[in-house]
């Protein structure tokens, strides 16, 4: 079966944007894969690593409404490649400044504020070089490179001393920093890829007003919902799994690592069963939220360890469903408002902003109210976004027609 130009450019790119995409989520994922062991050793507190990572989602947030915005006037091979690079550097010299809380505090702000660099010049020139059909496929390619990112730092801490972590999760920076210049100017040379390809038409209106009518608050919303789950929630879970359900410092990442590489089939999960819907885009995920709402619940109310564990994994990868698509298909479908970048960068913020209220809300809530009781608050969260994804629009003309 001969493979088209187009199809072969779509996996060129869709690989080189995944292992970029997976040195980005396997070091900001080091931290939280190693907090049960500098929680064990003492080498750092809840409170301080709940906050430190606080500042980390800020630091990429903020980041990412900035570089969503420069992203669209910058080329991707620049942004990719100094940010994976500076990262490495901040990332490296990190544990070495963590006896200074506020050294390391804004060294580790810094490596957010570098890794928010990638994200969304790398859907912009995704999205305007290839077909929607391959667009969608290589946004979940490296949709699952977030999901690898998680338990590959795992693995990597299940045998190696926290500090050693950050020193190879740098080392993959850098390599992946070269390695993204190289061949972005390879293919711009050899005519793969072409910049700012799409513009907004002015007769379509203000920047706002097309996003408008393009369902940027509802699809705002369900990036804040989303967030705080497959970020703050993630970050918790070794240390869930620690406290709440028993097991040492090394069995929860242990435990955390095989979830973790469950949880990344959900974006072959997702596209099958938005397939199957007929593309839909809103119908998949409001059932990703109903499902998710469902089996938080379900954690909350069994008990035993390996079931728990079970649903809660699947209550992560449900939410993730919906924050498969907001990402891999309704950012991408923005390439003809020429807004790609910044509507990418925007929503990453929005994002990025709950989880590091969450995250810190999480770790402080932990000692007050308990474990189990944060579960419900997960559920609760999960029904907020059903209300959100119920489709109004298409209801208030079902009642006018009445």
Not at 33 to 50: C, D, H, I, K, R
Not at 126 to 137: G, H, K, L, Q, S
Not at 182 to 205: C, P, Q, V
Request: glycine share 6%; net charge positive; hydrophobic share 50%.
């Amino acid at each position: 079966m001969k493979i088209s130009k187009n199809a072969q450019k779509a996996i060129l790119m869709g690989l080189l944007c995944s292992m970029a995409y997976l040195a980005v989520y396997f070091a900001r994922s080091v931290l939280g894969t190693v907090s049960p062991q500098m929680l064990e050793n003492g080498a750092a507190t809840e409170a301080f690593l709940g906050n430190l990572s606080s500042v980390y989602f800020v630091s990429y947030a903020f980041g990412q409404l900035i570089n969503g915005i420069v992203g669209e006037r910058i080329k991707a091979k620049y942004m990719l490649s100094f940010g994976l690079l500076f990262a490495g550097i901040t990332n490296l010299v990190f544990p070495y400044l963590l006896k200074y809380s506020l050294g390391a505090t804004i060294t580790y702000a810094a490596t957010g504020f570098f890794l928010s660099m990638i994200y969304a010049p790398m859907t912009k020139i995704v999205a305007e070089n290839t077909e929607p059909i391959y667009t969608t496929r290589c946004s979940l390619g490296y949709t699952l490179s977030e999901f690898l990112g998680s338990p590959l730092a795992g693995l990597v801490a299940s045998v190696a001393a926290w500090q050693t972590s950050f020193t190879i999760a740098s080392l993959f920076l850098a390599v992946m920093a070269i390695v993204c210049f190289s061949s972005f100017l390879s293919m711009e040379r050899r005519g793969l890829i072409r910049y700012n390809r799409f513009k907004r038409e002015k007769k379509s209106g203000s920047p706002i007003k097309v996003l408008w009518k393009r369902n940027i608050v509802k699809f705002s919303l369900i990036a804040m919902i989303t967030g705080v789950v497959r970020t703050a929630v993630v970050f918790w879970m070794p240390t869930y799994i620690a406290q709440h359900l028993g097991f040492s410092a090394k069995r929860s990442t242990l435990i955390f690592t095989v979830a973790s590489f469950v949880m990344a089939s959900m974006p072959f999960i997702t596209i099958f069963i938005y397939e199957r819907l007929k593309r839909n885009m809103n119908l998949t995920i409001l059932l990703m939220f109903i499902c998710s709402s469902v089996l938080f619940f379900a954690t909350f109310l069994v008990k035993q360890p390996l079931v728990n564990i079970i649903f809660l994994t699947l209550a992560v990868m449900a939410s993730r469903g919906a924050s498969n698509l907001t990402w891999s298909s309704y950012c991408p479908s923005l390439r003809d408002t020429g807004l790609v970048s910044t509507v990418t960068g925007f929503l990453d913020f929005l994002s990025y902003i709950a989880a590091a209220l969450s995250s810190s809300l999480f770790g402080n809530a932990v000692s007050t109210i308990g474990w189990g009781n944060l579960i419900l608050i997960w559920t609760g969260l999960m029904l907020v976004g059903v209300v959100v994804s119920l489709p109004y629009a298409r209801l208030f003309k079902k009642k006018q027609a009445e």
